[in-house]
Nanobody
Framework: QVRLVESGGGLVQPGGSLRLSCVGS????????MNWYRQAPGKERELVAN???????NYADSVKGRFTVSRDNQQSTAYLQMNNLKPEDTAVYYC???????????WGQGTQVTVSS
């Protein structure tokens, strides 16, 4: 079964940290770029960070210097380390992979991150 499963969300105070995980199965994980999106209430889903199959990271300006994306191909897992969290980081976070040959995106179920004092 082809799927992505996220974990690691929760409630954290401003300035705190969380690490999200995304485990992929049913496809050749190492061959694909892995993307992290988030969607806050009333807002569109936005790309936060991604890591290419060659381990090159990219970040949205809003999270540069605070978030770090990584991957472990042996564990078929992508990570999003989030430091110095701000209330505006509150959102549901999703990992995603895009299968170009099928022109199809696969999404995880999402994990809620809430930053509040």
């Amino acid at each position: 079964q082809v799927r992505l499963v996220e974990s690691g969300g929760g409630l954290v105070q401003p300035g705190g940290s969380l690490r999200l995980s995304c485990v992929g199965s049913g496809f050749t994980f190492m061959a694909y770029d892995m993307n992290w999106y988030r969607q806050a209430p009333g807002k569109e889903r936005e790309l936060v960070a991604n890591i290419t199959s060659d381990f090159l990271p990219n970040y949205a300006d809003s999270v540069k210097g605070r978030f770090t994306v990584s991957r472990d191909n042996q564990q078929s897992t992508a990570y999003l380390q989030m430091n110095n969290l701000k209330p505006e980081d509150t959102a549901v976070y999703y990992c995603q992979v895009f299968f170009r040959i099928r022109s199809q995106a696969l999404w995880g179920q999402g994990t809620q991150v809430t930053v509040s004092s």
